[in-house]
């Protein structure tokens, strides 16, 4: 079946440190792959997306290459501000099955000053 | 735009009772879905439908009936809420549902407990 794997939480880290968050897939069709990023209180929101191998979507200053391979889609970013404490979920799609995102468990982040 | 409206936000239940959690959204989208989301388990999908009066089963639909009427409203009912269906609900759409690559705009959720 189709699953996404995240690495646990929480991150804790301070101002200005290097993040990665990483994310493995399982998929049996050929799959889309997203970032979302969920702050305190709000709904989920769309951070960047890659829709075939190699791809490298990117927002934000986060960035995540589609990595075939070795079914990956890690999340990094070379800085990390306080504003970008929240919970971010890797998921995935496959086509022709309406449009379903698989998401995997979240991973919180939390940046101190 | 208004986006994706969900309500009530917050609500509490005593166990047997039953209510809808509705949602509304103003974009034209032709899919829309309904998640839950358990600490530590990410989301899973409840039901979800692809057009007016066309709705199917995602991956936990137990204990959750839904609708779809119109395009824009697909409101959740909990016939006999349970303990287990203590959780925080979210509804989202989206316009390309089938490509794969569709990008689902979501409501700000509703968070119920059930006693």
């Known amino acids: 079946g189709n699953s996404v794997t995240q690495m646990e939480g929480p991150v804790t880290l301070s101002e200005e440190a290097f993040l990665t968050i990483n994310c493995t897939y399982t998929?049996?069709?050929?799959?889309?792959l997203f970032w979302y990023v969920q702050y305190p209180g709000e709904g989920l929101q769309l951070l960047l997306k890659?829709?075939?191998?190699?791809d490298k979507g990117s927002n934000k200053g986060f960035e995540a290459t589609y990595r075939k391979e070795t079914t990956s889609f890690h999340l990094e970013k070379g800085s990390v501000q306080v504003s970008d404490s929240a919970v971010y979920f890797c998921?995935?799609?496959?086509?022709?099955?309406?449009?379903?995102?698989?998401f995997g468990q979240g991973t919180e982040l939390s940046v101190k000053p | 735009n208004a986006g994706v409206t969900q309500t009530p936000k917050f609500r509490i239940l005593k166990i047997g009772q039953s209510m809808t959690l509705q949602c509304t959204q103003d974009?034209?989208?032709?899919?829309m879905y309904w998640y839950r989301q358990d600490p530590g388990m990410g989301l899973k999908l409840i039901y979800y439908?692809?057009?007016?009066?066309?709705?199917d089963k995602g991956e936990v639909p137990n204990g959750y009936n839904v609708s779809r009427s119109t395009t824009e409203d697909f409101p959740l009912r909990l016939e006999l809420a349970a303990p287990s269906q203590t959780s925080v609900y979210f509804c989202?759409?989206?316009?390309?549902?089938?490509?794969?690559?569709?990008?689902?705009?979501f409501g700000a959720g509703s968070r119920l407990t059930v006693l």
């Open positions: 989202a759409s989206s316009t390309t549902g089938n490509s794969g690559a569709n990008v689902l705009t």
């Open positions: 998929a049996t069709g050929y799959p889309s």
């Open positions: 890659a829709t075939k191998a190699d």
């Open positions: 998921a995935l799609s496959i086509q022709n099955q309406g449009g379903k995102l698989i």
């Open positions: 974009m034209n989208h032709n899919y």
């Open positions: 439908s692809v057009g007016a009066g066309i709705t």
